[in-house]
């Protein structure tokens, strides 16, 4: 079933990947679908400038790229920019689909569905030891505890290979974002429809945030695929597409 109006699908990806990490939800939906993938800063084929360090300037970047009118599929780290997108330019987005993504990635006081500080701390220090390592360590934990583990890992090394190892200025600057970003108090004003989608074993963005920030948004609606990880469009395309669909087809044309 095609989009509402024949918009295009657009995804963003999370930290460290590229836009590859998309194949097997293309393979899943129907030949033609009109889904197209963007590689981040840094990431992929895309350059790394210095000057988009901050949520703002590759919030800006990615406005820049998007066709007139879209649904916007964010993932993880691309889900926060989906959803400041939202936030700055809703007539430009029909509706959000939010995969793995939390307002506020550390933990804090006031918020308990985060990474402690000190264990983001420690991951981010990797970065100056031995960064590729940390980036492999960090697809090995997005698949801890989901089904086909094994081969979602390799899904991943491959999506990582096909488009060439991210840019280490572009990696430390997407933890920054990680690390500062809250946007929480801000998504009462995001008026748009929104699928949020979630992995049960999730390692990384716990369910306990996906839960609350479908709460919190006003027009939301909640699925979390069983036995997923932390990218359930890779290990489970078929049900992820299939709860896309859904989601798709109820809006108005």
Same mark, same amino acid.
Do not use: K, N
């Given at each position: 079933?095609?989009?509402? $109006?024949?918009?295009?699908?657009?995804?963003?990806h999370g930290w460290s990947l590229n836009g590859r990490v998309f194949d097997a939800l293309r393979a899943a939906l129907p030949q033609g679908?009109?889904?197209?993938?963007?590689?981040?800063?840094?990431?992929?084929?895309?350059?790394?400038? =210095?000057?988009?360090?901050?949520?703002?300037?590759q919030t800006a970047w990615l406005l820049q790229r998007l066709p007139p009118r879209c649904a916007l599929l964010g993932w993880s780290l691309?889900?926060?920019?989906?959803?400041?997108?939202?936030?700055?330019?809703?007539?430009?987005?029909? $509706?959000?689909?939010?995969? @793995?993504?939390?307002?506020? #990635?550390? &933990?804090?006081?006031?918020?308990?569905?985060?990474?402690?500080?000190?264990? #983001?701390?420690?991951?981010?220090?990797?970065?100056?030891?031995?960064?590729?390592?940390?980036?492999?360590? #960090?697809?090995?934990?997005?698949?801890?505890? =989901?089904?086909? @583990?094994?081969?979602?890992?390799? $899904?991943?090394? &491959?999506?990582?290979?096909?488009?060439?190892?991210?840019?280490?200025? @572009?990696?430390?600057?997407?933890?920054?974002?990680?690390?500062?970003?809250?946007?929480?108090?801000a998504l009462a004003q995001i008026n748009l429809p929104a699928l949020v989608v979630g992995g049960q074993h999730d390692r990384i963005t716990?369910?306990?945030?996906?839960?609350?920030?479908?709460?919190?948004?006003?027009?939301?609606?909640?699925?979390?695929?069983?036995?997923?990880?932390?990218?359930?469009?890779?290990?489970?395309?078929?049900?992820?597409?299939?709860?896309?669909? $859904?989601?798709?087809?109820?809006?108005?044309?």
């Open positions: 079933m095609p989009t509402a $109006a024949g918009l295009p699908l657009v995804c963003v679908y009109p889904l197209q993938t963007l590689d981040l800063p840094g990431h992929g084929g895309s350059p790394w400038q =210095g000057e988009l360090g901050s949520l703002e300037a691309g889900g926060q920019l989906a959803l400041q997108a939202a936030l700055q330019a809703p007539d430009r987005i029909s $509706a959000l689909v939010l995969v @793995a993504t939390t307002p506020r #990635f550390v &933990a804090g006081p006031d918020w308990q569905h985060g990474m402690a500080t000190p264990v #983001f701390d420690r991951f981010a220090a990797g970065l100056t030891r031995d960064w590729q390592a940390l980036v492999d360590d #960090f697809l090995q934990l997005q698949v801890r505890g =989901g089904r086909a @583990a094994e081969s979602t890992l390799q $899904a991943l090394r &491959a999506a990582l290979a096909a488009q060439g190892p991210p840019r280490p200025a @572009a990696l430390a600057a997407g933890l920054e974002i990680l690390r500062s970003t809250d946007q929480r108090a716990p369910p306990a945030a996906l839960a609350w920030l479908a709460a919190a948004l006003p027009r939301a609606t909640a699925v979390q695929i069983e036995r997923a990880g932390h990218a359930p469009f890779v290990s489970h395309p078929q049900d992820f597409a299939q709860s896309l669909f $859904a989601f798709l087809s109820g809006w108005p044309a």
